[in-house]
């Protein structure tokens, strides 16, 4: 009787938790197919033991089914003033992505703000009369027709989303109403409505493919309900789906904050994730549930914990993935980050469909080129280019040094940074396209007032930060302008170089000794390098006659290319030209001008080629105090991309074959 009674007690409990379940899931507002897989699970959990693993493993699925926001969402606030005035208050400049966030919101309001239109035929005028008054009290574009045949002459102008129609009518009856509309645009849904309903008339009437029929006398929740289930699927695609960008930059230039800064103007939930150095497929797609231990992948997790459907989800350094023998995560990423494949994404763990489309996707990287071909294809890029040093300036007064003295505790007596100052740490003890380490620089100054000021030594009229008070902070300078204090030499040309954080200045070094004609390339090369380096040799080589170069000189000489910093590793397309006029700088003995940089592809017969991170180039030339730029001319609308003030200071040259250059590079 004891065992007995205390498996009836177990029986009970059992069934009080499986009703529970129930509730729980019906309070979820799942999806239809998501709800019969649950209660399915439910069901089988009934018939299993509690004390087996199966029954824990069931339990612990049903609740992150039901805790998942499949139906909570939070209201974009669509205000584009307000949204403007946020993004120009956390950024300066960034026009080109602030006019993309800003035309994503007008395409939302302009979307959610259109009528879905509903055509009304009866030939009682209270009955058009009443439906077009509730219609149109419920936001619906709304036309009337008296008779079947001034509905065709409306379908022929116009296309309509619903048709509410009645069935018998004069000359031109509902059927034929159905019928022409179906035939126009197959999307249409046609409503039937009759005070002589049958069984036959109504067969005919789906088959003919009416959404519904409806009789005599109307009920209004019924007809409104009847409205809204025919326009649900038009709904879902009227609603905008959730761009899926790219922010591509070098390091320090804002790309998380701006994220940031979107959602806040959304009123989003923002949801951060580093994806650098992942290799595990299973962290986006999950576990089986059968596997002990096993969780959803990190999209279905951060959604969950967002407790929304429609969070801003950053993919942080989207191009540091890794990938090893558990999978490629960036492959399994391709279906979350498409818009025609998100709205059924499956995660393993939950083996049911998730909408993602709602989800606005925002991925950041350094470098696109480490992004597999079809994940990039999937994104919309924007590239963030590096800051001019007016733009630094600006935002260092702006932004950088109010939320530094206040991070110091400095904001009672704060100290007041001079323009010339400003400029001298940008210049002086910064070298880079972003802005973090002119942040750390100020920081550093800033930590160093507060220790005086606790140590008695910063007076109150003492507070103004001159250029001469940085270096005592700061130290020696610790960059200098390479090219404004260099002399000219022969065999040393100026180039122009694009790296992960922003653009640089190289040197090719060229040296000849005697020998037998040998080529020898050091400093770090990658293939790339070594090939035009190649190429540039044979180049001049076939224009042996042209330059003046004696037809021995080949044969008794060797070249030596170097390019100076060895330990770092070079490489890249940009140096072709940069290599031959080094080498024409040797042989001819005349001395490359040195406030001259350069970049392009050289081929063989001398043409020269378009290349990438133009603008990235031009700021580190400008920042480095050179006079002139040589581009190659097919690069001419990224030049235009560059500021007017370096346009001003820099001279641009513009070829299409290396003879163009020689005299103008050469002394």
Known sequence: MRIFKKEKGQIKELSSEIEELKEEVRKAKMSLPVEKVAYKEIERLAKTSPSSAEYTIGINYIDYLVSLPWNKMTDDNLDIKRAESILNEDHFGLAKIKDRILEH????????????????????????????????????????????????????????????????????????????????????????????????????????GSYHYLTKPLKLDEIRSTIQKALYKKKVRLEPKGPVLCFAGPPGTGKTSLGMSIAKSLERKFVRMSLAGMKD?????????????????RIIQEIRRAETKNPLIMLDEIDKIGRDFKGDPAAALLEVLDPEQNTHFVDHYLDVPFDL???????????????????????????????????KEKIATHYLIPKEIEEAGLSENPPVFTPETIHKIIREYTREAGLRNLKRQIASICRKIARETLRG???NGSNIITPEKVESLLGPRKFYFEISEAKERVGVATGLAWTEAGGQIIFIEAAKMKGKGNLILTGSLGDVMKESAHAAMSYIRSHAASLNIPDNMFETHDIHIHVPAGAIPKDGPSAGLTIAVALISLITGRSCKRNVALTGEL????????????????????????????????????????????????KILKINELEEIIDVVLN
């Open 105 to 208: 919101l007008s395409v939302r309001v302009l979307k959610m703000s259109s009528q879905h239109k509903i055509l009304v035929v009866d030939d009682e005028k209270i009955t058009r009369q009443n439906l077009e008054h509730v219609f149109k009290k419920d936001g619906y574009h709304v036309n009337t027709a008296s008779n079947g045949s001034e509905a065709l002459e409306f379908l022929e102008k116009s296309a309509f989303d619903v048709i509410v129609t009645d069935l018998k009518m004069g000359k031109v009856d509902g059927m034929a109403v159905l019928e022409k509309a179906k035939n126009v645009n197959p999307s249409t849904e046609v409503i039937i409505i009759t005070g002589y309903a049958t069984v036959s008339t109504a067969i005919e009437a789906m088959k003919k």
């Open 357 to 391: 489309s709602r989800v606005m996707f925002i991925a950041t990287a350094n470098a696109l080129d480490l992004i597999p071909g079809p994940l990039l294809d999937r994104l919309e890029v924007i590239t963030l280019l590096g800051y001019t040093e007016e733009e």
């Open 281 to 297: 497929e299973a962290e986006i797609r999950g576990h089986r549930k059968s596997y002990v231990g096993a969780l959803p992948g």
């Open 457 to 459: 030594r910063h007076k």
């Open 603 to 650: 081929t063989l017969s001398g043409r020269i080629l378009p290349v990438g991170g133009v603008k990235e180039k031009v700021l580190a030339a400008h920042r480095a105090g050179v006079k002139s730029v040589v581009f190659p001319a097919k690069n001419e609308a990224d030049i235009r991309d560059i500021p007017e003030g370096i346009q001003n200071d820099l």
